[in-house]
């Protein structure tokens, strides 16, 4: 009787420690290299699966620079048709054809840019959607607001090719809608810089990873010197219709300091401080199929 006592004891000893094992490697998570293995081959996937798909975007804007005795600005309010563009490899294209301002029609509501996409050769709508884009950024608040203004700028950093130009570290899990979450730290080493930032500053920032498919949740970018600050945070949702994870807001942040970049260097070419900030909203998702594919 003794005996069966203690190989019950014993057993039930065990399993405790097997269940205690399996608890800490569960709260460990999962592994750095799975989840940037499974976030480039998601991107990879994801480019190839976007096509062309449509949105709208409201874009607002501010100035919040106040100097020489003037107030700041009014909000701009800018609504244009935009496109996500896959392009295979895990790359992908952004463009906006501006509709109003400060609601105010600017032309007929005709989405050109999805109709182009769909019609044209990929590299002829590539070239009229950038000379669109060009014509949009001329009504920004201001000029720099431009820098941040690709909601899909940050995931450069997590395409297959690119992952070994910065340093990654897990910053955490977390548990979202029942679904493993990882976080994901970053900061570029490699030059030249992936983004081409002014005084070669490096991107940093943060990346939210479905640990078990690789889509991106969220992305936030940060590049900046003692003399510019740049910043933006990209949230993704799934659209029940285009049944894919697109972009549902982006907010910008871009301070610059007195003298940023010298005298003519740069995008700004600034005197005195300038604060700018902006909010993107995505909505009315529509896919249609890339001419030639």
């Known amino acids: 009787m003794t005996s069966r006592v203690r190989f019950v004891s014993a057993y039930f000893v065990a399993a405790v420690t097997a269940c205690s094992v399996l608890a800490v490697q569960a709260q460990k998570g999962p592994a750095l290299p799975a989840v940037l293995s499974a976030a480039g081959d998601y991107l990879i996937e994801y480019s190839t699966a976007l096509g062309v798909v449509s949105a709208d975007e409201e874009f607002v804007q501010h100035d919040l620079t106040v100097g020489q005795g003037a107030l700041a600005p009014p909000a701009r309010r800018l609504n244009s048709d935009f496109v996500f563009v896959g392009l295979g490899r895990g790359l992908i294209a952004t463009y906006r054809d501006l509709r109003t301002k400060d609601g105010q029609p600017l032309r007929d509501h005709q989405n050109r840019l999805l109709e182009t996409f769909q019609k044209s050769p990929v590299t002829t709508a590539m070239k009229e959607g950038q000379q669109l884009t060009d014509a949009a950024a001329v009504e920004y608040v201001a000029s720099n607001m431009r820098m941040l203004d690709d909601p899909m700028l940050a995931l ?39 983004l081409g930032a002014p005084e070669n500053a490096p991107g940093t920032g943060r990346f939210w990873v479905d640990a078990a498919t690789g889509a991106i949740r969220q992305a936030d970018l940060s590049i900046g010197t003692r003399n510019y600050l740049l910043r933006v945070s990209v949230t993704f949702a799934r659209d029940p219709t285009v049944k894919l994870w697109l972009p549902s807001e982006s907010y910008q942040q871009l301070d610059f300091s007195a003298g940023a970049f010298g005298n003519n260097n740069g995008p700004g070419n600034f005197s005195v401080h300038q604060s700018l900030e902006g909010r993107a909203r995505y909505s009315k998702f529509q896919q249609g199929n890339l001419s030639g594919r």
Do not use: M, Y
Request: charged share 30%; glycine share 6%.
């Open 156 to 194: 450069q950093f997590l395409r297959k090719e690119n992952q070994d130009r910065s340093t990654f570290k897990l910053d955490g899990v977390k548990t979202i809608d029942g679904t493993q979450v990882a976080i994901l730290k970053f900061t570029e080493t490699a030059t030249p810089r992936l």
